[in-house]
C-alpha cells in the first residue's frame, strides 16, 4: 500500500471513530423511515444542504447527532447553509468541537434552543475556516 492510500485508510479510520463517539451513524433508509418521507427525499434534503451525509470506505451515513426526537435538530441547515467549507470532515469538526464560547460542542448550543445559544453558534458558523483578528 502506497503512503497516499495508508494516509487515506488511516484518516477514514479517525472519523468512523469520531462518529462512533458521537453516537453513530444511520442509513439512508434508516433516515427516512425516522423523518416519515421516501428515501428519495433523504437524498433532496443533502443536495439542498440540509443534511450531513459522510461516505467512509463506499458507504454513506448520516451522523445521528444532526438528528433529536423531533427529527432534524432546529436550525442546523441554516447552520450547515453559513459554513464555509463543503468538506464533511470540516463540518463535523464544526459541531463536535467545545467551543471555549459556548462552552459546549456548537450540535449542543443548537439542540439546547436558546436564543442566545443559538446566535452565538451562529456567529461561529460565519467565521469558521476564517481568520479573525484579536
Not at 472519523?15 to 463517539?21: K, M, T
Request: hydrophobic residues 45%; proline residues 4%; aromatic residues 6%.
Amino acid at each position: 500500500m502506497d503512503k497516499r492510500a495508508l494516509l487515506k485508510q488511516r484518516g477514514q479510520e479517525a472519523i468512523r471513530q469520531i462518529l462512533v463517539a458521537s453516537g453513530g451513524v444511520y442509513t439512508r433508509d434508516q433516515v427516512a423511515a425516522l423523518l416519515e418521507i421516501s428515501e428519495e427525499e433523504v437524498l433532496e434534503l443533502v443536495e439542498q444542504g440540509g443534511l450531513l451525509v459522510i461516505e467512509l470506505g463506499g458507504e454513506h451515513g448520516f451522523p445521528k447527532w444532526q438528528f433529536d426526537e423531533n427529527g432534524i435538530v432546529p436550525r442546523f441547515a441554516e447552520i450547515l447553509g453559513i459554513l464555509e467549507t463543503s468538506s464533511p470532515v470540516g463540518v463535523i469538526r464544526f459541531f463536535l468541537s467545545q467551543s471555549v464560547v459556548l462552552g459546549c460542542p456548537p450540535i449542543k448550543a443548537l439542540k439546547s434552543n436558546m436564543p442566545n445559544q443559538v446566535e452565538m453558534v451562529r456567529l461561529l458558523a460565519q467565521q469558521f475556516n476564517q481568520q479573525v483578528a484579536r
